[in-house]
């Protein structure tokens, strides 16, 4: 199962870095949906059988048809030689950079990361994790709509000022 | 290199032999249209096929905002009712508060709903 890991982790960063390297962007999208089926069975080792469905459903489905929408408006299709902005370059480098680290300290002070319940295989299937999502983790549940609504409110005000 | 658990569960072959049919199914098909399908190639033969029609111009047209807007909608509804899927499941143990909590949720969303309604976003000209 080890070898599985590290095989799935090769497959998952080979090809993060094809959706970054690729000149075509609909290659860029069909890389970051083999990544996105590599994280999904990254999942299921991790027992997370419900959450793995729902990330191939959700990101692999619906979320990669919105990239290539936002592909198609942008009408990359007419090559223009894009400037390369270095200043943008290096705003990307260094916010990316942040973020690396934010998440390599986040991983190293987490210390040893364990399964919650390693002998259960069943606790990510969809009756345990709905106990847990509408008991324990109700809150952020809650709050997790309002953060829907702004997404709505911020996608319609936004297309609206298009059409205007 | 934090140590990590692993112990999926047993019950996925079935899963993942369906997978492996899928794309055996695919790739079978592939090989036998490489293999016993007629191969002829010519200018007229590698044109795109439009109905009959001759191409015109370019498919990469850039189109209106509205079917990006009715597609983010749609994502953002779909991860609601998957959402709803690990409640109706539990709907029994979690009772009358479960209700109320998913109420709540739906809430959120319906006026959320009303909100779009209200502004227009699904009109078609």
């Known amino acids: 199962m080890e070898i599985l890991f590290y095989l799935l982790a090769i497959v998952a960063i080979a090809s993060a870095l094809g959706v970054v390297l690729s000149k075509n962007p609909v290659y860029s999208v069909l890389s970051l949906i083999c990544t996105f089926f590599a994280i999904a069975a990254q999942y299921i080792l991790l027992n997370a059988q419900f959450l793995a469905a729902v990330h191939i459903i959700v990101y692999a489905g619906a979320i990669m048809v919105l990239f290539l929408f936002v592909i198609m408006l942008l009408n990359l299709n007419i090559l223009v030689e894009t400037q390369r902005f270095t200043t943008a370059r290096l705003t990307a480098a260094f916010t990316g950079g942040l973020l690396c680290l934010v998440l390599i300290a986040a991983l190293r002070s987490a210390g040893d990361i364990k399964a919650a319940n390693p002998a259960n295989a069943k606790i990510g299937l969809i009756e345990n994790l709905g106990m847990t999502l509408f008991n324990q983790y109700l809150l952020p549940f809650e709050v997790s709509s309002l953060l829907f609504l702004a997404a709505m409110v911020g996608a319609v005000v936004l297309a609206k000022k298009e059409i205007a | ?125």
Not at chain 2, 4 to 31: H, K, M
């Open chain 2, 1 to 125: 290199m934090p140590s990590i658990q692993l112990q999926p569960d047993l019950n996925y072959i079935a899963v993942l032999l369906q997978i492996g049919i899928a794309l055996a199914f695919v790739l079978f098909t592939y090989a036998v249209i490489a293999v016993a399908g007629p191969k002829l190639k010519g200018k007229n033969k590698d044109e795109n096929f439009e109905c009959g029609i001759e191409a015109q111009g370019n498919a990469r047209v850039p189109y209106s905002i509205k079917y990006f807007l009715v597609a983010i909608l749609f994502v953002l509804f779909d991860v609601e009712v998957i959402f709803l899927y690990p409640w109706a499941v539990n709907f029994k143990q979690l009772g009358w508060i479960g209700l109320v909590e998913m109420t709540l949720f739906v809430g959120f969303f319906l006026f959320g709903f009303y909100y779009i309604v209200h502004r227009g976003a699904l009109k078609w000209e």
